[in-house]
């Protein structure tokens, strides 16, 4: 819901960055990997209650996801980059719900499992989404240019990003605030679905 506000706010900043990383020979898919060890990272950070920092860590990782991006807008972007990154980003999504059961599985397993079925659900109506868009021919840059058709919805990296800040600030709210953001992403995944019914009917 928030990206498309927060993408015109940052993709300057986030395009010039791009550019001088691309001279200097930086390429994107490394950005990426770099971005899911700042995340695993984190998660680790995150089951030894060491929160604030694991909060850092996050905000640099998705830095990263950011830049991928805009460096290989400025130099050369692929399939195989663009496959890399939404399979780093669900890892990285993945992680830091898990990392929060390992801190305190007694409190926090239950929230959590629920969360990651919220997130497996959510994923998939968004993948399955993309791969019959394709299918269709469909095409959008309602979130910039893309690898795969991207839907929107109320939960997007931009919700998902402060929803993990939040419970690094109050580890001991996790699971209500974990049960909330099930239920935006439920509701996201819904939304997806009757999108979908309207867009792939038959004979359309």
């Known amino acids: 819901m928030l990206d498309g506000a927060v993408r015109r706010q940052l993709d300057p900043i986030l395009n010039r960055l791009g550019v001088a990383l691309a001279e200097r020979g930086l390429s994107a898919d490394a950005i990426t990997v770099c971005g899911l060890c700042l995340g695993l990272a984190a998660a680790v950070l995150i089951a030894l209650h060491s929160y604030p920092a694991g909060a850092v860590l996050i905000l640099l990782s998705r830095l990263c996801d950011g830049l991928d991006g805009a460096v290989a807008r400025a130099s050369r972007k692929t399939d195989f980059g663009g496959f890399l990154d939404i399979v780093l980003d669900f890892a990285f999504y993945g992680a830091i719900p898990l990392a929060f059961i390992i801190a305190d599985p007694a409190m926090n397993g239950l929230a959590g499992g629920l969360l990651l079925f919220t997130f497996y659900v ?6 399955a989404f993309a791969v019959i ?22 939960a997007e990296a931009t919700e998902t990003i402060a929803f993990f ?9 996790f699971p209500v605030l974990a049960v909330i953001f099930a239920v935006i992403c439920l509701y996201t995944a819904l939304s997806r679905i009757v999108l979908a019914r309207r867009a792939f009917r ?3």
Not at 165 to 173: D, V
């Open 133 to 154: 868009a394709e299918k269709r021919a469909l095409s959008t840059e309602i979130r910039g240019a893309k690898s795969i058709y991207f839907t929107t919805g109320l």
């Open 165 to 173: 800040l939040a419970c690094c600030l109050f580890p001991g709210w």
């Open 202 to 204: 038959d004979g359309q």
């Open 122 to 127: 959510n994923g998939s109506s968004f993948l």
